[in-house]
Structure formats: structure tokens, C-alpha cells
């Protein structure tokens, strides 16, 4: 480093001016690259150089979709992909969670750790299991060795994540791969309880047949019929009389649930092992004189 550098950066005139414009215009959408080695190698530490309300390098070369600025920063050092804001997330797990599928391609291809955790214990399946990915995050995320067996602070699994946000595309291809179908995050709650409150009913046969409890109860005392009763989850609710009710339901609760699957097609049987009638009585009207 030179003397003037030095002298720069021990009374807090650092970045310099001229590179650090220079950076950021390399870094612009439709900045040069071409001078941008020669920039890092001039300037070893320039990768994290961050001016108050700036973006660091990385960060703003991707939010600029700039990735050949951006790859050429990752080559000039690697550990940047691992560098935290104060969440303890990386930009993998931010861009898991926008569900931007190329930058999270880019990211995970040029080497992002898929198993680092943020401040809360999520990994960055956790967060793309929670954005209700469309392009396919979550299946990015797989390919490159995402575990979805990862524990968040919560007790909380991606998949079960998928399930209660309501992420079919992701609850569905994790279900591919072995789990644990009697996992509760820390507040008790089950992957059927989740997939309740996200409302997939589609996925409550396939969680019971590969053995979840149906009877299970949150802290708060809650079942998963309970949850879908809440969320008036009609469908749902359905499911899961089907799978086989709470030996102990109150006669109001009881009640409510009728109301709530009664308007669905196929609940006939479901409503008679409840001891409900399966549609209201018709109502008797009297009949119209006919018009002349």
C-alpha cells in the first residue's frame, strides 16, 4: 500500500474518491468491467469497500445484475460469499428469500454455502421455503446438497416451513426425499398442523400414510383439525376426518366442523362419522299461484 493510502486510511479518508466512483461504475449495470481487475489488485481490500448508506461490492453488483462484475469479485475472494449483515444472513439467504432463481443459481454455483445458517439457525432452504418460491429456489437449493432435515432457532424444518406458508412447489419436492413425518418444531406444532394452516390438503394423505399423528397436540393444546377448524381450511378439515378425528371433540366444535365441510363434494361419509346430517333439510315452500 502507499504512503498516501496509508496516511488515508489512519485519518478516516478511506475508501480514496477517484477508485471508489471507479468501483461503482464498474459494478453498474452497464459498467465496463474490463478495469476492474486491475482496480482489485491496486486496491486488495476495495471487494469490501462500504460508504455510509452504500451497498457492499457484491451486493450491489447483484442488485444491479451485474454478474460479470460480480463473478470477477468472488474470484478476487471468495470468502465475501460468507460475509453477514447484522441478521446473520448472507446473500444467499437473502436471495433465497426474494426468490430470484438466477442470481441463487449464480450464488450457489460460484460456491455459497447452502448449509450456513443466519442469526435465527435458517439455512437459505428455510427462507425459500417460506417466499413461496416460483423459480424454483427451493429446487436450486436442493440440487446443490440443501438439507431439509436443518433446524431453524424455532424447531422448524423447511419443509415444515413449505407446508405452513403454503409452498406447494417446494412442500412437494422436499416430500420426495425422506422425512421424518412425526417432526414438531419447539411449540409442538406437526407437519399436518402446518400443511393446515398453509392450506395443502392435498399433502395431509400422503403426511398420514407416511405416519403422522393425526391425534398429535401443539403446547396450546391445539390438533391439526383444530388449526384447519380456525382457518375455516374446509378442505383440509376433510382430510383429516378422513385420516381419523380426536377421540375427544366438543359437541360446538363438532358442529362448526359440519358447517365447514358440509359445502364440499364427497363429505357425506365424513359427515355421518361425526354424527351430522350430510346437508341441511330443505325447506318447504308454499306453492305459487301460476301466472295467467
Known amino acids: 500500500m502507499r504512503l498516501t493510502d ?3 486510511k489512519a485519518v478516516g479518508l478511506w475508501p480514496p474518491k477517484a477508485p471508489y466512483i471507479a468501483l461503482h461504475r464498474a459494478l453498474s449495470g452497464s459498467g465496463d468491467v474490463s478495469g476492474l481487475p486491475a482496480l482489485l489488485q491496486a486496491y486488495p481490500d476495495a471487494v469490501r469497500w462500504e460508504k455510509k448508506g452504500d451497498m457492499q461490492p457484491l451486493r450491489y453488483a447483484l442488485w444491479q ?3 460479470a462484475a460480480a463473478e470477477i469479485l468472488v474470484e478476487h475472494d471468495r470468502s465475501i460469499l460468507g460475509d453477514k449483515n447484522k441478521d446473520g444472513m448472507t446473500l444467499l439467504h437473502v436471495y433465497a ?3 430470484e432463481g438466477k442470481t441463487l443459481q449464480f450464488l450457489v454455483h460460484q460456491g455459497a454455502d447452502v448449509s450456513q445458517p443466519d442469526g435465527d439457525g435458517r439455512t437459505a432452504l428455510h427462507h425459500a421455503a417460506a417466499a413461496r418460491s416460483a423459480s424454483g429456489a427451493s429446487t436450486i437449493l436442493l440440487k446443490y446438497g440443501a438439507r431439509t432435515d436443518a433446524v431453524d432457532k424455532k424447531g422448524c424444518t423447511p419443509l415444515m416451513l413449505a407446508l405452513s406458508h403454503g409452498n406447494k412447489d417446494a412442500a412437494e419436492e422436499m416430500m420426495k426425499k425422506p422425512f421424518d413425518a412425526r417432526q414438531t418444531s419447539h411449540g409442538g406444532r406437526t407437519l399436518l398442523m402446518a400443511a393446515a394452516l398453509g392450506g395443502l390438503a392435498h399433502l395431509i394423505p400422503p403426511l398420514v400414510t407416511a405416519g403422522a399423528d393425526v391425534t398429535a397436540l401443539d403446547l396450546s393444546g391445539k ?9 375455516k381450511s374446509s378442505l383440509a378439515a376433510l382430510r ?3 385420516a381419523g378425528i380426536p377421540a375427544a371433540l366438543e359437541d360446538k366444535r363438532r358442529r362448526k366442523l359440519g358447517n365447514i365441510i358440509r359445502p364440499l363434494d364427497g363429505s357425506e361419509a365424513a359427515l355421518r362419522s361425526l354424527g351430522l346430517r350430510p346437508s341441511p333439510k330443505k325447506k318447504t315452500t308454499a306453492p305459487q299461484p301460476k301466472p295467467y
Open 6 to 8: 496509508r496516511f488515508k
Open 65 to 67: 445484475r451485474n454478474l
Open 97 to 99: 428469500a426474494r426468490d
Open 223 to 231: 390438533s391439526a383439525l383444530d388449526v384447519a377448524i380456525d382457518k
Open 240 to 242: 383429516l376426518v378422513e
